[in-house]
């Protein structure tokens, strides 16, 4: 992304635009009102999706900068327009009139005072009748939001205002990327992974003035939203499910290796011991993703790099890694072996199962969990190539 502003201009007002010909006029006159009652060196750019109802004209009437985004998407336009920009200040908001264009102080004066991401909060400015739908009230927005706020420690309460203030530098580092509708939350996401300095100041939400039916799909947009938070924490998708499932396979099967157990009525034995080995196993596997997953986001630039992250790295690297990784299989050697000299003890004959499978089931773990460990440490440096 361009980083490129011009020195006169303070502040670049971005709308994303497609087939906004009833409001876009409208909205881009309370922009140039706003920059003009508030003595604000700036400029308006449309970014335009490929309208096709004369939308480009009527904003270039109107005063603003028309320029063409070829790929379809609200996250490609917007950083068609970012890219666009030339002020130190951007302030991102729908063409549709449902945004107050004419209020942007409250951002600028944030902007001014340092922070790097200045968002909206409707919640707080106040929701007007029919300009969101219940289910998005009551429903999406809490929800995602509280989410975003969980995983991300991010201060916004309004995790999808689209009226949101930042500057260009912070712009170029957050190097956005997603080009549909979750791009809201990328923004939100990246520049809490990167620190930023965050506010949020109260907004308000009008009905919107389309006379045709929205862009956005509730649900669709809702599970991209909710999915693209999960893929970018891959701790809460991968790393802490994993974890836990580890942990339970590991302490029950550690419980029930000297003998069988009494829960009440209940009585667990060797069939509960095999489940927990599987536990501990596909714990692994998903803890494997987490880190495969972190380590392909930070090469492709989608997560900054952590104190943590190269912490991690230090301690576990490669011969590291394949030294545990040979050591847990040499230990399954060792119980396979010990495990072949019960059953010597029997002329190779019939054994009783709830004694050998005591020793086999943790020996199968341990060479079927060494190989895992070894090959990762493989795979890591791999995908860790382009990173490093």
């Not at 409250?106 to 919640?123: A, H, Q, S, T």
């Not at 991300?152 to 509708?181: E, Q, V």
């Not at 545990?324 to 003890?345: E, K, N, P, T, Y």
Request: net charge positive.
């Amino acid at each position: 992304m361009s980083t490129h502003t011009s020195p006169r201009l303070e502040l670049s007002v971005v709308m994303p635009c497609l087939n906004e010909a009833a409001t876009v006029a409208q909205c881009v006159a309370a922009a140039q009102a706003f920059l003009s009652s508030n003595h604000i060196q700036g400029e308006i750019i449309v970014a335009d999706n490929g309208s096709t109802d004369g939308s480009q004209a009527l904003a270039s009437q109107a005063g603003a900068r028309v320029v063409p985004i070829g790929e379809k998407g609200y996250g490609s336009a917007l950083m068609g327009g970012i890219e666009a920009a030339q002020g130190r200040f951007i302030i991102m908001g729908d063409a549709d009139c449902s945004y107050d264009f004419s209020n942007l102080m409250p951002f600028v004066e944030k902007l001014r005072e340092g922070y790097d991401l200045v968002m909206g909060n409707r919640f707080r400015g106040g929701i007007q009748a029919g300009a969101m739908p219940w289910h998005h009230y009551y429903i999406g927005n809490p929800i995602l939001t509280m989410i975003g706020r969980f995983f991300f420690k991010t201060p916004s309460r309004d995790f999808h205002c689209g009226l949101r203030g930042f500057t260009k530098a912070a712009a170029h580092k957050m190097d956005l990327r997603t080009t549909g509708m979750e791009f809201a939350s990328e923004m939100v996401v990246k520049a809490s992974l990167l620190r930023f300095r965050v506010c949020e100041v109260p907004t308000t939400l009008a009905p919107d003035g389309r006379n045709r039916k929205p862009h956005l799909r509730s649900f669709r947009d809702g599970w991209r939203h909710l999915r693209f938070l999960l893929l970018f924490s891959p701790r809460w998708l991968f790393f802490y499910p994993g974890l836990t499932l580890m942990s339970v396979g590991l302490f029950t099967g550690a419980w029930l290796l000297p003998g069988p157990r009494q829960l009440g009525n209940v009585t667990l034995d060797i069939h509960t011991l095999l489940y927990m080995s599987l536990a501990v196993l596909i714990g692994f596997q998903l803890i494997s993703f987490g880190l495969f997953s972190k380590v392909f986001a930070i090469s492709q630039g989608l997560h900054p790099i952590t104190k943590t992250y190269r912490r991690l790295l230090g301690v576990l690297n490669l011969e590291v890694s394949l030294a545990i990784g040979f050591l847990l299989f040499i230990l399954g050697i060792v119980l396979s072996l010990f495990a072949v000299g019960l059953w010597r003890q029997h002329s190779f004959g019939d054994l009783n199962p709830q004694h050998t499978l005591r020793w086999v089931i943790p020996s199968s773990t341990c060479l079927a969990f060494g190989v895992q460990v070894m090959f990762l440490s493989f795979f890591l440096r791999i995908l860790g190539l382009k990173h490093k």
